[in-house]
C-alpha cells in the first residue's frame, strides 16, 4: 500500500465557505482524501500518494482564482482584496441609495444618481461574486456566488434597461442590487470572523511556540527567538518564563505549569534529570535545560499536527450536506426560474413583482450554512478536547464516541496504576541477588508498566544490572536476552512455562537456559477514579467488558470490585484482537489500553484510546490520547463526544429548515430580495454561533 503524505497549502482569495466549498469540490474531483480547507486562516489541507502532483494541483486552484503558496506564512492580501474593506466600500453608496425609500431628497429619486450610486459597488460585486461564480461554473462545482451573481445583476440590468427606456419608478430596483451585494459581503465578514473563532485551540497552542529564550553560550546569556534553537543548547529559564522546546533538565528545581498539555492546572515539580515540555510554564524557580528536540519533533509540534490533521477527517454525518450542497445550486435556479414563469404566466402576477420573487429566491438560498454545520462544531470539539488534554484524532472519530454500546478496558496500567510491588520473589537454584540483577537488565528494554515498575524497585535494592547483547520482546508474552556467554533468558508470564512447571501463584516467571529458576508475585493497585468511570458508563448505557492477559483469578477480583460483568483473561494479542471482533458485531467498541500488547485491538476497534505514558506503538495505534493518565478523562471524552454530534445535528437541521422554510416563503413573494439577502448572510452566523457555544456550553 503507497503511503499517504499530508500536503498543507496557504491559499488566499478565499472569502467564505463558498469558496471553500469550491476548492474542497476541486480537491474531491482529483480523488484526494482528508481534505480540510479552511478559509479563515486560508488553509488547504490533503492527503496525497502522489507528492509530485501537487504543483499540478496548485495550478488548478488558481485557475479557481485564488493564490497558493506552499509556504507555511500566510499570504499577505492587499488592502482591496480584504473582504471588510469591499464591504465598508459598498455599504458608502449602498446607504444613501437605500435610503432614498425614506428620506424626502427628491435628488436620491433620479435614476441617474441611483445608476451612479449603484455602478460601483455593481462592478465590486461583479469582481468578487462574479469571478468566483464563473471559475466555479468553468470547473463545474457551481456555488453560491452563482445565484448571487445572478440575483444582483437581474435587478441591476433590469433597472438599467428602465433607465435607458425611462420607464419610471416602478423599473428601478437599484437598491435592491446593491443592498444585495452589501448584505452578502457583511454574511461573509461576520462568518469569517466567527470561523476563525472555532479554529482558536490550534492557533492558541502554536502560540505557545512563538516565543524568546536566553542562550548560554560561551559563559554568556544571548537572547534568541525559539526558531532558533538547535539541538544541544543549553537555555536558562526562570520564573514567568516558557519553556521554548522539549529538553532535559541539567540544573535547578521548577513548579512547572503543563496545563496547556493536560488541562491539569497544578503545577508539576522538575528537578535534575527531568523532562521538560515544550510550551510549559514555570511558575517558580530556575533551570538550565539541555534541548533535545526543537521544530517538528517536540511534543507540541506534533500535537499541533495531530489536530490539524484531526480537522481534515470527516464524520460520516457531514455527507449528507456535502450530497445537498452539491446539487443545490443548479436546483435552485430552476425553482426561481419556475417561480418567475409561475408567477407571471400562471398567476398574472406583474413582470416586475414576479421578477423581485425570482430574485428573492436566490439570493436567501443558503448551503453555505450546510456546509459549516459540521467542520465547525468539529473543529470546536477538538479544541475543547485538547484544551483538557484529550487529543482526539479526527471528526470521524467523535462521531464513533458518541455511538459507543461497547468500552473494552486493558487491566494493567489502564484500570490499574501501574505502579508494581514484588510481593514475593522465589529463586530456584539461582541467588536473590542475580535474580534481581536480571530482571532489573532485562525489563529495563520494556517500557510496559509492570517492566517500569520492577526497574524502579529493583534499582533501589541493587543497582547492578546484568548486561545482555541481544534483547527482544514478544507481544503478550515476555522479554527474550542472551549475554555474552551464550546463555539465554526468558521472563515473562506463565504462557512461557512448560505443562509440568507449576505457576503457584505467582505472575512473573525467569528462564536461564530454557530451565524455570525464578518466579515473582507482584500486586497492582486499582486507579481511584475507576469505580465511578464504571458506574457513568453503565448509566450512559456503555457496557464495560474487561479484556487482559493476567490471570482470571486477578482479574476475576478486580471485576467483582469495579462491576464488571463481562471478563476475558489470560489472552494473547491475536487473541484480544479476535475478541474485539466479536464484540464488534454488537455495537460500537472502545478499547482502552497501553502497552504494545494491545496495539492490535486498538487498531482494531472503532475507538481505539490510550494514555500518554503508554507505549509509542500504542499512541501511533489510538484515535485518542488522553494526555492526563486518571480515568476521569474517558468521562469527559465521551461527553464531548455526545456534545459535539448533538451541536453537528442542530446545525444541520437549522441549515435544512431555513432553506425548507426560506425557499417557498420567497417564492410565494412574502419575502422581497433585500430581507432575502440580509436572512442569508445571518443563517451562516446562527449555525456557527451554535457550534461556538460548544466552547462553554455545560457538559
Partial sequence: MEKEELVELQVSGMHCNNCALSIHKLLEKKGLQDIYVDFANDEVK??????????????????????????????QEKAYEKVENKFYFSLLFTIPLFSHMFLPFHWLHNPLIQLALCSPVYILGCLHFGKSAYYSLKSGVPNMDVLIFIGSSSAFIYSLYGTIQNLGPDFLFYETAATIISLVLLGNVLEKRSVSQTTSAVRDLMLFQEVKANKMLNGEIIEIHSSQILPGDILVINTGDKIPVDGEIIWGEASVNEAMLTGESLPVEKSK??????????EKGSIQLLVTKTGKHTVLSQIIELMKKAQAAKPSIQKLGDKVAAIFVPVVVGISVITFFLAFYAFDI?????MLNAIAVLVISCPCAMGLAT???VMVGLGRAAKIGILIKGGNTIEEIAKLKFMVFDKTGTLTTGNFKIKALDCIDISNKKAESIISGIEGYSNHPIARSLVKELSLKSPDKMIFIKVTEEK?????????????????????????????NYSLFLKMNNIL??????????????????KTLKSLNIIPVLLSGDQKIKCEVLSATLGIDEIYAETMPHQKLEIIDEIKKRGKTAMVGDGINDAPALTSSDVGVSMSDSSHIAIQSAEVILLKSDLSSIENMLKIGKHTLLTIKQ???????????????AALGFLNPMVGALAMAFSDVIVIGNSIRLKTKSL
Avoid: C, H
Wanted: glycine share 8%.
Fill in 46 to 75: 490533503f492527503k496525497t500518494t502522489n507528492p509530485s502532483s501537487t504543483e499540478l494541483i496548485i495550478k488548478e486552484i488558481e485557475d479557481l482564482g485564488y493564490k497558493v503558496s506552499e509556504e507555511s506564512i500566510p499570504i
Fill in 273 to 282: 534529570y527531568d523532562q521538560a515540555i515544550g510550551g510549559t510554564v514555570i
Fill in 375 to 377: 467542520p465547525t462544531a
Fill in 651 to 665: 446545525n444541520l437541521f437549522w441549515a435544512f429548515f431555513y432553506n425548507v422554510v426560506a425557499i417557498p416563503f
Fill in 350 to 354: 406583474s413582470f416586475q413583482k414576479s
Fill in 476 to 504: 503478550g508474552l515476555g522479554m527474550t536476552a542472551s549475554d555474552s556467554e551464550g546463555n539465554t533468558y526468558l521472563f515473562g508470564s506463565k504462557q512461557i512455562l512448560q505443562n509440568d512447571e507449576d505457576p503457584g
Fill in 517 to 534: 529458576v525464578a518466579r515473582i508475585a507482584i500486586e497492582d493497585e486499582i486507579k481511584p477514579e475507576a469505580i465511578n468511570l464504571i
